[in-house]
């Protein structure tokens, strides 16, 4: 019950610092999606860091899983390889919206 305990608020915390940090995020990389007022209806530029959130929760379950192996058994999956690969192609979308936007 402990371990569940410090597993779920590893990941809410550091889920508060990536949301906190990321506007700096977007900035360094300048990672934002600007309005052409053809296709876009926003005024605004907006982060694209949606993806980014869902990549790093992955890498830190994953991470975290093998720090509380029986955290993850019955919770997500059934075994490990459907959780494995989950995250392959969850990877691999992302990195193609990344690349070929």
């Known amino acids: 019950m402990l371990n569940n305990i410090l597993f779920f608020s590893t990941i809410i915390f550091l ?5 906190y940090f990321n506007k700096p995020i977007a900035n ?5 999606d600007k309005p052409d007022y053809k296709r876009k209806l926003h005024k605004k ?5 949606g993806g980014l959130f869902l990549v790093l929760n992955l ?4 991470s975290l899983s093998f720090i509380y192996p029986k955290i993850l058994e019955g919770i997500f999956f059934n075994n490990i ?21």
Request: net charge positive; hydrophobic share 70%; charged share 10%.
């Open 28 to 32: 360094i990389y300048n990672l934002y």
């Open 45 to 49: 530029k907006i982060a694209l860091l």
């Open 81 to 101: 390889k459907k959780f494995f690969s989950f995250f392959f192609f969850s990877i691999l979308f992302y990195f193609l919206g990344f690349f070929f936007y």
């Open 59 to 62: 890498l830190l379950t994953i």
């Open 15 to 19: 889920n508060l610092a990536i949301f």
